[in-house]
């Protein structure tokens, strides 16, 4: 299994300000993904990040508003941008095993926008 | 596209009592199906998979057979103890080889009573 650390855990931001979240793996994969878990609902993919190529975004998701990096084959960061309440959320990182096809998750990052 | 149902909660039981969460998906093809579970303060952790027809996945004493022609994958435990409590998460993936990101249901709350 993987181990991946995210940053920062939670914070509280001001509507209009931009945070950029930090995702960290122990091991070289090759795709990364992002998802969304809005509170008291389930996980939705945001995108999917491959080292050396434009990060792949699911529908009502856009690169102008959550912008991905991808620098190297263990870490990743996403920003969520201009932000207002409703994108009050956990944000995960996560990972998958293309052997067994397991996919492991880091611990989130709550954000709250006031 | 892809979509997983599964049973909202919150699920009471009593400590020892037999457990269902149901979970039916949608997907073209043969999907790999997952059963994730949320202790409490914890992060997203993978409980059981099965990757093809009539295979079984089982951990902790939880089991669930993907089952092709009802496109079901029923979260089943004999006996469940408080420390079962939690929220659990059906999932699938498409045939991607691990190269893409999971659908997630809703999430069902268990809530177990001594």
């Known amino acids: 299994s993987a181990v991946i650390s995210q940053k920062p855990s939670r914070d509280i931001c001001q509507r209009g300000t931009s945070l950029t979240i930090q995702c960290q793996v122990d091991?070289?994969?090759?795709?990364m993904f992002w998802y969304r878990q809005q509170p008291g609902q389930s996980l939705t993919l945001i995108a999917t990040a491959n080292q050396g190529s434009e990060a792949t975004y699911e529908s009502g998701f856009v690169i102008d508003k959550f912008p991905i990096s991808r620098p190297n084959l263990t870490f990743s960061t996403l920003t969520v941008s201009n932000m207002s309440p409703e994108d009050s959320s956990i944000y995960l990182c996560?990972?998958?095993?293309?052997?067994?096809?397991?996919?492991?998750f880091g611990q989130g990052t709550r954000l709250t926008v006031v | 596209g892809n979509s997983v149902t599964q049973m909202e909660g919150p699920v009471t039981l009593s400590e020892e009592a037999f457990l269902t969460i149901n979970c039916t998906y949608t997907a073209t093809g043969y999907p790999s199906l997952f059963w994730y579970v949320q202790y409490p303060g914890e992060g997203l952790q993978l409980l059981l998979k099965a990757t093809k027809a009539d295979d079984k996945g089982s951990n902790k004493g939880f089991e669930a057979t993907y089952r092709k022609e009802t496109t079901s994958f029923h979260l089943e435990k004999g006996s469940v103890q408080v420390s079962d409590s939690a929220v659990y998460f059906c999932a699938l993936s498409g045939r991607g080889g691990g190269a893409d990101g999971l659908t997630f249901g809703k999430g069902t709350h268990l809530i177990i009573q001594p």
């Open positions: 996560s990972v998958r095993d293309r052997v067994n096809l397991s996919a492991f």
């Open positions: 091991s070289q994969v090759t795709m």
